[in-house]
């Protein structure tokens, strides 16, 4: 073992500069763990909204969609027919990364009751809709009936619908399709959701997709647009370009313009992707910040421990230490203040993150947050990456004060007190 290691080990922080030294280094202590608290929830709870809010994005909206090429998601003039579409996807090598397929129906609407209405979009979907996500939001009733003999009049709205119309499950109400004419259908309120998403719970009516084919005059092969979810969301880009292609070599016009126009879930819901990549650059904020604000705190607690060491130092000097070696000496007595605000830093923002995990006891408002709690997602890699980032930038931040201990003079210090 090194010499100055050995002394290092030996020597305690605060233990020769009286009751005021000794606080002074715990005030700093205490400053580096709530830095390192503060860096450490940060990063699980942004990382924790991004997986949240995403997850609730890709569970929603399907994955990849396949559209008319002339069609528009605001009109919803165009449609397809499934046959056309589904039955190559499912005999390609692709149909191996898929979870779900099916048709889906869209179509503006007005619901209204005695006293009240509202723009909806009637969303009509099939039996082969993955509707796991959906029944893990419903708040009240129950889904729609899709078998072949059911009640097509049979929609679940949602909770922020529910409240402002004043609807109950088991409520009729009328829906109203504008065309060329006005549509007018009864449709049972049997169920009401919450996803939290306002853009999507103040839009959409879930029913039976034969309600639309009904009014738009379709056969039950017809429908708006085909969508796909993957088994992995890092698939989803891949495949949408491998659905295009696929479409394109094989439907496409007499001009050999493709029939068919492929959309995937980032294209379609770009504001809260982009937003989630915002708060990636507020981490960073964060981070860099308590980081300029920690190395302050670092450099004031080493020439703290200089100075209530400094007839060692002159000890040493006149012993024959060179410089270096006084100042490792003193360095590596730094990093133990560093490495015991490490562990009490973890420990803490860990168990705190832990805690909020299984228990949700940080609310937010769920209008403004897309989440009615404060998410947390442990990302133990990217832990242990900010510790070893911090040991190192601790130790380069050190280098610089450390210097200073040169300057002192064995002759000097038999007369510092």
């Keep these: 073992m090194r010499y100055e290691m050995l002394i290092a080990r030996r020597l305690r922080p605060g233990g020769g500069g009286g009751r005021s030294s000794s606080a002074s280094l715990t005030v700093a202590v205490i400053g580096m763990v709530l830095a ?19 997850s609730k994005i890709y569970n929603i909206d399907a994955h990849i969609k396949v559209a008319d090429a002339g069609y528009s998601l605001s009109t919803g003039t165009n449609n397809v027919d499934e046959r056309d579409i589904i039955p190559r ?8 990364s898929i979870a779900s397929i099916a048709l889906v129906a869209e179509k503006p609407a007005i ?39 059911a009640d097509m009049s049979e929609v679940i709205i949602s909770k922020m619908m529910a409240s402002q119309m004043r609807i109950n499950t088991g409520d009729r109400i009328y829906t109203y399709f504008i065309d060329e004419k006005i549509k007018v259908r009864r449709s049972t309120v049997v169920g009401i959701y919450s996803t939290d998403l306002e853009e999507y719970d103040k839009a959409y009516v879930i029913g039976n997709i034969r309600a639309i084919q009904n009014v738009n005059g379709w056969n039950k092969h017809t429908g708006t647009y085909v969508g796909i979810n993957t088994l992995r969301t890092s698939d989803i880009e891949p495949l949408s370009y491998s659905i295009f292609t696929l479409l394109a070599n094989n439907c496409a016009d007499h001009y050999g313009r493709p029939l ?14 982009s937003w989630l990549g915002l708060l990636d650059m507020n981490v960073i904020v964060i981070i860099v910040l308590i ?5 302050f705190t670092l450099i004031s607690a080493l020439l703290m421990i200089v100075l209530e ?3 060692m130092i002159g000890i040493l000097k006149t012993m ?10 003193f360095i590596y007595l730094t990093q133990k203040l560093i490495i015991k605000a490490l562990i009490i830093g973890n420990v803490a923002s860990i168990g705190l993150a832990l805690l909020q995990q299984h228990f949700h006891f940080a609310r937010l408002d769920a209008q403004s947050y897309y989440i009615p709690y ?32 040169s300057s002192i003079k064995p002759s000097l210090t038999a007369k510092f007190e």
């Design 89 to 96: 996807i499912i005999s390609s090598p692709i149909a191996d």
């Design 374 to 405: 404060v998410p947390v997602e442990i990302d133990w890699g990217v832990i242990a990456l900010l510790n070893v980032g911090i040991i190192i930038i601790s130790y380069l931040t050190l280098i610089t004060p450390s210097l200073a201990i």
């Design 36 to 54: 390192i608290m503060v860096m450490v929830l940060a990063i699980t709870i942004v990382t924790g909204f991004k997986h949240e809010i995403s």
């Design 260 to 273: 068919y126009y492929v959309t995937e879930t980032h294209g379609n819901n770009v504001a809260y992707f």
């Design 309 to 311: 060491r400094i007839n």
């Design 291 to 295: 980081a300029i604000v920690s190395a």
């Design 320 to 329: 024959g230490a060179c410089n270096s070696s006084i100042r490792r000496i």
């Design 111 to 149: 619901f209204k009751t005695a006293d009240n209405f509202m723009g909806v979009i009637y969303k009509g979907c099939s039996q082969q809709y993955d509707w796991q996500y959906i029944a893990s939001c419903l708040v009240d009733g129950r889904l729609p009936d899709m078998d072949d003999d």
